[in-house]
């Protein structure tokens, strides 16, 4: 099967930027996202990228994605302790009428302060 | 603001007890998701939803089966628990795609099978 990896665990200290890594095996992947997900909440979109981009700025966040190497990454300028939770990539590919969609295990980022 | 609700955010059950999660989301989405977080593994689609009484397998359907009775509402039923099915469940609904960008996902609800 498809498969989406991450590093665990990331520190950063507050104002530096953070750069979480993230690889796929999936060639014909039509989308590629970021996710965050605080404690006690679900998961919410941080980005996307359509697969034959290969650049994305939205504010603080560059998503960068090498499509020859499969790999993904989100940098985020100026981390801020609000920027602490755990971070998933996911890529998701046509299957028969669906989106299938394969997350990463995720990486936790410690900003401090 | 979408809003997805799950009944629960803990549920706590036995092996072969019928469990039911709850989803309900307010804003006349006509698709509507159930995944299961695990670590090391991700969140995987169990089943989905693209109108009333209407259902498709996701990736990891056994053990689980669903039902929509009403747009609004999604249930997932365990109909006789199990250990292996301890994990966090996650709603999701979405207007009209299918596309994981388009979902808008309720908080979770953490099961735990003992």
């Known amino acids: 099967g498809e498969d989406v990896e991450q590093s665990l665990f990331l520190s950063v200290r507050e104002g530096d930027s953070s750069v979480i890594n993230c690889t796929y095996t999936?060639?014909?992947?039509?989308?590629l996202y970021w996710y965050k997900q605080e404690p006690g909440a679900g998961l919410q979109l941080l980005t996307y990228?359509?697969?034959?981009?290969d650049m994305k700025q939205d504010q603080r966040l560059t998503v960068l994605l090498n499509k020859k190497d499969k790999h993904l990454s989100l940098r985020i300028a100026d981390t801020q302790t609000g920027d602490s939770a755990i971070y998933f990539c996911?890529?998701?590919?046509?299957?028969?009428?669906?989106?299938?969609?394969?997350f990463g295990t995720g990486t936790k980022l410690q900003v401090i302060p | 603001d979408v809003k997805v609700t799950q009944s629960s955010r803990y549920l706590v059950k036995r092996t072969g007890e019928k469990v039911f999660l709850e989803c309900v989301q307010d804003?006349?989405?006509?698709?509507m998701f159930w995944y299961r977080q695990d670590p090391g593994l991700g969140l995987r689609l169990i089943y989905f939803s693209y109108d009333v009484k209407m259902k498709e397998k996701g990736d990891i359907p056994e053990g689980y089966s669903v039902s929509r009775e009403k747009k609004e509402r999604f249930s997932l039923i365990l109909e006789s628990a199990s250990t292996n099915q301890t994990s966090m469940y996650l709603c999701?609904?979405?207007?009209?795609?299918?596309?994981?960008?388009?979902?808008?996902f309720g908080p979770g609800t953490r099961l735990t099978v003992t």
């Open positions: 999701a609904s979405s207007l009209a795609g299918l596309a994981l960008h388009e979902q808008y």
């Open positions: 804003m006349d989405h006509e698709n």
């Open positions: 999936d060639s014909s992947s039509t989308y």
């Open positions: 996911a890529e998701s590919a046509d299957s028969g009428g669906y989106q299938k969609v394969t």
């Open positions: 990228i359509f697969s034959n981009m």
